[in-house]
Structure formats: structure tokens, C-alpha cells
């Protein structure tokens, strides 16, 4: 999986490619993300539009990310569809992450 | 196939088979890259055998997680060499319900699996962000997702069962 990138001023707009972040993927995943948390991004939001499905091995990628940036940044979720709101939901991570439903302005 | 006869760990035993309707099977080798398309297919069986309803489309999203969190733990804990053996997943269709089977050789569910009542993996408020969990959900995962669950270690092989209750999809 490529991620797809951009960045405008301070923050950058992480989007995943289609359709499942699963436990054949999140390995992959989670490499990029760190790669880009520690080449400087701080304000992230992952843009998850293109993702129907999550499993709890993607979720833990996305905990494992979000813990890596650490109290020096932000990492922010946008685009949950009705699967993957669910998982959040169910495993209560929907407290511990700010969550829009666009991809907020910059 | 061969028949087996699951003790509903829930429930006490459960209804013998004899009535079930085969919706499908599938065997998959046991690697991850497996597990989406596998789940895909067979949850996409259940869904044209329910019909198109709200309601089905959202016991199918469960069934698919559910289905796919119980084949993760399967191959991530089966103990078993990637990709060397089969795991085999089916669905039957009874009165009222859908029932996800899976059936593999690998090393036999940890017993305290089925006596955990609460879920010490979820976050909780103020919660030191490097506590936060990164796993360790699969289990709770399956136990919302589904009606009921249940798990018999026969011989060598396990077998997994995830229930739906469907009456309320047929009404809708």
C-alpha cells in the first residue's frame, strides 16, 4: 500500500488507499506512518474515506501511530464510514481521538 | 463435511445440526493476506442469502469483523507454519439464525478466553497515553459482533462457531 500525502503550512493530510486496513496491511502501514512522524510531520489527520473496513490489527497501527507522535503533535481522524466508526466504538478508541466527519480546513 | 455437534459455552449445549443449510465453505491457507478475500466471499454469500435490507447489511458488516478477528487469532496464534495448512471457514443457514464456522489444527483456544467478563483492553478516561492498548481486542471484538460463540477442541482441530440471529432481519 502507497499512502498518499499531502501538506499545507503546518499540517499534513494522510490518506489511505482502499478498501481494508487489515493485518495484511497495517504492518506496511504503520512503517510509512513512522517514517513521516519522525521526518517532522506533527499535525496529522488520516484521512480514512477510501477505507471500508478495519481490524483490530489496523486499529492497533493507528494506536501505535498516534502514540509516536506523542504529546508533541496531534493526529486526527477524518472519513470513518459506518464499519470503521464501529471498531472505534467498540474498543472506546472513539474517546481518545479527535474525530471529524470531513477532513477538517487547514 | 463432517458434522459436529458445538457445546454453546453460553448457553449450555446446542441444537444438533441436522437442519442446517449449507451456505458455503471455503478453505484458506493460513497466512493474512488470506483472510480478506476469503472473508469477503463467504460473508457475501450470507448477504445474497439474507437479501438486501439495512438491517442485513449491517449484520454482515458484524459477521465480517467478527469472521475476520477469529481468523487473525487463528493464524496469529494457531502455532502453525504460515501458509502450511488449511483453515476452514463455512456458513450454515438455520431457522432463525446464521452460523460462521471455522475449523483448523492449530493449538487449542486458552481456556480463560471464555471466562473473561470485562474487557481490560479498552481505553479508559485519562487513560497515560503510552498505556493506551495497541492490541489484545480480537476476543471482545467477536464477543459484540455476534449473538453467541462457541468452541469445542475436538482431536487435534478446533472448532469455532459465531452465531447471528436473523428473525429480526427477515421482519425488516
Redesign the interface.
Known amino acids: 500500500m502507497e499512502l498518499s500525502v499531502r501538506s499545507d503550512g503546518t499540517r499534513t493530510v494522510v490518506s489511505l488507499p482502499g478498501p481494508?486496513l487489515?493485518?495484511?496491511r497495517s504492518g506496511d502501514f504503520k512503517r510509512q506512518m513512522v517514517e513521516l512522524i519522525d521526518s517532522g510531520a506533527r499535525r496529522i489527520v488520516l484521512d480514512l474515506s477510501e477505507v471500508d473496513?478495519i481490524?483490530?490489527?489496523g486499529?492497533?497501527?493507528v494506536?501505535?501511530c498516534?502514540?509516536h507522535v506523542?504529546?508533541h503533535g496531534t493526529l486526527e481522524l477524518a472519513c470513518l464510514s459506518?464499519?470503521v466508526d464501529?471498531?472505534f466504538d467498540?474498543?472506546?478508541?472513539n474517546?481518545?481521538f479527535t474525530i471529524h466527519e470531513e477532513v477538517p480546513s487547514a | 463435511m463432517k458434522k459436529f455437534l458445538l457445546h454453546d459455552v453460553a448457553r449450555g449445549p446446542a441444537v444438533p445440526d441436522c437442519a442446517d443449510e449449507e451456505i458455503g465453505w471455503i478453505k484458506i491457507p493460513n497466512r493474512f493476506a488470506s483472510i480478506g478475500t476469503a472473508v469477503d466471499i463467504l460473508v457475501g454469500r450470507v448477504h445474497a442469502a439474507l437479501g438486501c435490507s439495512v438491517a442485513v447489511d449491517d449484520a454482515c458488516e458484524s459477521l465480517r469483523l467478527a469472521l475476520t478477528e477469529a481468523l487473525n487469532n487463528a493464524v496469529e496464534h494457531g502455532g502453525l507454519p504460515e501458509g502450511t495448512s488449511a483453515i476452514h471457514i463455512g456458513a450454515l443457514r438455520r431457522a432463525g439464525t446464521i452460523e460462521i464456522r471455522l475449523q483448523d489444527s492449530g493449538r487449542p483456544l486458552p481456556a480463560c478466553l471464555f471466562e473473561q467478563r470485562d474487557a481490560p483492553c479498552l481505553a479508559v478516561p485519562g487513560q497515560p497515553l503510552e498505556d493506551l492498548p495497541e492490541g489484545g481486542w480480537g476476543w471482545h471484538i467477536i464477543r459484540s459482533s455476534v449473538d453467541r460463540v462457541a468452541y469445542r477442541r475436538l482431536g487435534e482441530r478446533n472448532y469455532l462457531s459465531l452465531e447471528i440471529e436473523t428473525e429480526c432481519l427477515c421482519r425488516g
Open positions: 481494508r487489515d493485518a495484511s473496513f481490524d483490530s490489527s486499529l492497533g497501527a494506536v501505535g498516534f502514540k506523542g504529546r459506518p464499519a464501529k471498531i467498540l474498543t472506546r478508541m474517546r481518545v
